[in-house]
């Protein structure tokens, strides 16, 4: 029994992707929010502000082929992981940059891996429109917010209201000047 725990963590970690959000109009920014290791069915969250415009996932395997959302925060559902903004589909590749809608932008974003039955065929799981029926296991918040000279914050002993307060206050910053001293305690180094 202990081994069959062991090899579902390793297996889970093994299928952990970073999920990363940026302001930016694509996802070659230094500056972004992430969530390092994000496991299949989990959803993560950078706020309920629905401010970036697009969300990379790192470190995919090529075989995998997965289903890819963004999310938005509404008032039905004001969670950073609520309505879907955008579902797409990719099959080998190491690396996915998710439009979100840079008018709309997002808040939340997940994965799934794609289910393989014999008798379904492509255009079949695609009918199904599996993005659109989403129960995602848990959602996290992003734990680090990176800028392009390099400083990083830890971001997961944030409270709800300075979490938020932080990520709305990086708009266009670049460089930890710009970020506010009452967060320096929470400044990697």
């Known amino acids: 029994m202990k081994f069959l725990h062991l090899l579902s963590t390793i297996v889970s970690t093994a299928a952990a992707v970073d999920v990363r959000f940026f302001k930016a109009y694509d996802c070659g920014s230094a500056t972004y929010v992430t969530c390092y290791g994000l ?6 969250g950078a706020g309920t502000a629905n401010e970036y415009g697009n969300i990379g996932f790192y470190g995919i395997q090529y075989a995998w ?8 925060a509404s008032s039905a559902r004001p969670s950073s992981c609520g309505e879907l903004r955008r579902s797409e589909r ?9 439009n979100s809608d840079l008018w709309l ?3 939340g974003a997940g994965y799934s891996f794609r289910p393989h039955n014999k008798r379904e065929t492509v255009a079949d799981a695609d ?7 989403i ?9 680090t917010l990176v800028l392009d000279d390099g400083a990083s ?15 709305s206050s990086v708009g266009g910053a670049t460089t930890a000047v710009n970020i506010s001293a009452e967060f320096d305690d929470i400044k990697i180094e």
Request: aromatic content about 10%; glycine content about 6%.
């Open 153 to 167: 914050y830890n971001l997961t002993s944030l409270n709800d209201t300075a979490f938020n307060d932080l990520l």
């Open 105 to 107: 932008g997002a808040s």
């Open 127 to 133: 009918a199904a429109d599996i993005g659109n029926n």
């Open 65 to 72: 082929d997965i289903d890819y959302r963004a999310h938005y």
């Open 39 to 44: 496991n299949p069915n989990t959803c993560c």
């Open 135 to 143: 129960s995602y296991e848990s959602c996290q918040r992003a734990d």
């Open 90 to 98: 990719h099959l080998g590749t190491n690396f996915v940059c998710l």
